[in-house]
């Protein structure tokens, strides 16, 4: 798996962009799937959130995304490098505001 956890803004920020390219191909590829289009608004969200600056408790993040939830459930992360974005854009979400920029 060639793929590496983010550790700066800047990475977590192409990251969230690079996943929202690869779930909104999803979404269109099989629309009778729905976990990927609120996968695809929970990216959405996560953006919106970070270009407006606002910050959540972790206790807000827990209960406005379910992004780690889905990607335990339905994707083997140590297979799967969707399945591990998706852990660690939640993940680092917690983190990101205490994150270097660069």
Known sequence: MNYIEVKT??????LLNELLKETK????RFPSLSIYLSIENQIIDIIDIIEKKQRLSDNDIYKRYT???????????????YGRKLED??????EYWNMPEE
């Open 9 to 14: 803004k800047k990475e977590y920020i192409i």
């Open 25 to 28: 191909d999803l979404t269109n």
């Open 67 to 81: 992004l780690g939830a889905i990607a335990v459930k339905n994707f083997d992360s140590k297979k799967e490098i």
């Open 89 to 94: 854009i939640f993940g680092a979400l917690f």
